[in-house]
Every structure is written in structure tokens, then in C-alpha cells.
């Protein structure tokens, strides 16, 4: 394998479609990987998570087909030390890891240390620092191993939980499946939604030319929780705006509105990718709580990935309450720390 250390994204721009296609190879397969998503994550730090850093990204090719991809960038961690981390991290992209394929992960890792341990364009680094990997992650037991055989320091952790729900072929048999009293309220939710004096109907947005003014919209449904419209800085508010551009461009954009009498109601920003749907960031319109529009948008959005053949829906990281009475099951994503990479 010949291995390239790269510090400008405008270098890694030729191979994107082989990238793309390397990832749907790979065990690590999410939209937070795309080349697209990471490469708008870049031009604005994760809008904003980071004020300063330096590109590492490293390639590796055997006879010019593309082997792994180690999407990665040195800053100044959470715990003020200098650290490799993997680009997309921390807080809007969910799940994160090397690019590769099952087959050539150890000789792939194996590789890639050795070059970070020697460059002097990594600094010789130190510290690896990785959130957001899955506990199900290949990633976790190769790069354990490989500290132990060079006698480094590893240490995994929990980091948040991310729990999904496994899609049944019919939405009856999806509502069979979880707790009789949460059935019973999305049912009557929904079936108050239908009857409403004012019309409710939901939508998709699929038309480029007025994704930006939906997104605006969307934004002002978020910013009705206080939280969110903390979250929403202008940097982080044009940050969702590309990616969402670039997902609706490639194919992977997944913009839902529930409207009562032409009004928003609630938004809901997922990505459609990989048979899936990654349920990202929701806002509700707070003037129509007593109809639920969240929970009746998101009995769409299921019932909708349902009949559309999809296998499961992410609700990603957090464990807020809501995501456990829709019947999703937890898994983990975890933080990886290993020191001692630099060659004395």
C-alpha cells in the first residue's frame, strides 16, 4: 500500500466518487462519511465546534485503487491537548471512522500508524482522540491490538447512546410491536391529526430551487427551543444549509413539513441513505402543541420508510424519552484514546 498524508481538501477532490464507493464498501457506512458531508463540515469547522485546525487526512492505494481513507485533522481537543481526531467531530455528525473494507482494515491501520507515528506533517502526533465510533465498530479491536503491539495506551469509553428502530415490512405490524399504551397514543395522535378542523397534510421538500428558504423555515421551528436556538449560530445555521444542499444534490436529503391550514407545524431534517433513515434535527411550531405535530410527523416519517422499503430508523445519538416510546432499541457510541504514537 503507498499511504499519503493530505493537508489541503482540494487534493483529495479527484478520488470523491471513489470515496463515496469505497465507503458503501466499508462496515462504517453512514452519511457523515459521504465525501460531500465532510468536505462542507470542513470549509465551516463543524459550523464553528472548532476555531483552529490543520487537515490530516491519509489515503491509502494499492496500484492505484483506493484502499483507506483515515478522515482525520489535529486541533486542540476538549481536554486543551493537541490531538488527532476524526473530521466530523463532535456534535452534528453522529457516527464516524476510518474508510475501508473489512479485508484490509489491519494492514490499512497498521500502515496508517506508522505514517502518523514518523510524519513530520503530523507532528510525530501523540494522541489519537475518535468520538462517535459505533461499540460495533471493527475499528475498535484493530486499533486495540495495535496499541498493544507497539505499547501504546488505549482506552475506550461510552460516549452517548444512539438508539434505532428495526423496520417490519408493514406499518401495522411496526405499532403491534411496541408498548400498547404508546400505540394507542400515536394512533389517537394521528387520528386526531386527520380529523382537525383545519387541514394537516405533510410534505417533502425535493425542489432545490426552494430549499433555502425551507431551511429557513426549518430553523425557525427549531429556535422555538431555547436550546436549539443556542445551537443556532450563524455559522452552524449556514453549515446545515450546505449540507442539506449537498445531500439534497446527491441524492440522500430527507426534508419533511407538517403543516395545519398551509402553516408549519414541525420540521423534520433526516438524511434517506443506505436503506435507512437517520433522523438528524426536528423543530415544532409550539403554537400547535395540542395536536402533537412532532409525534404526528414522525408517525409519518415511519410509516413512510416503512412503505418504502427501508430497514431501520436511526434516531442516532441522545436518549431523550421520546425515541423509547417509538420503540427504538439502544446502541453505543463510544470515545477511543490512544497515546504514545510519537517516535522518540
Known sequence: MEFKLHTLFESLV??????????????????FLRFEYLREWWAALGGGEWSQATLAVVTAHDEEK????APLFQTTNRDGESALMLLGSIEISDFLDLIVRPSDLTPFLSGLLDLLASSPASSGFALLDWYNVLETSPTLAALEAESAQRGWRFNSEVYQPAPSIPLPADFESYLAAIDKKQRHEIRRKLRRAAENDLPVRWYLVTDESTLDAEMESFFTLMAQDPKKEIFLTPTMRAQMQSTAKVALQNGWLWLAFLEV???????????????????????????????????????HSLQWAIEHGRIEFDFMRGNEDYKYRFGARDRLVMRVVVRGGKKQ
Open 261 to 299: 391550514d398551509g402553516v408549519k407545524a414541525a420540521g423534520a431534517l433526516n438524511f434517506d441513505y443506505g436503506n435507512r433513515l437517520w433522523g438528524y434535527n426536528s423543530g415544532v411550531n409550539r403554537a400547535f402543541n395540542e395536536l402533537s405535530p412532532g409525534w404526528v410527523l414522525l408517525a
Open 66 to 69: 483506493l484502499i483507506g481513507v
Open 14 to 31: 479527484s478520488f470523491a466518487d471513489e470515496w463515496n464507493n469505497l465507503l458503501r464498501e466499508s462496515s462504517s457506512d453512514s452519511p
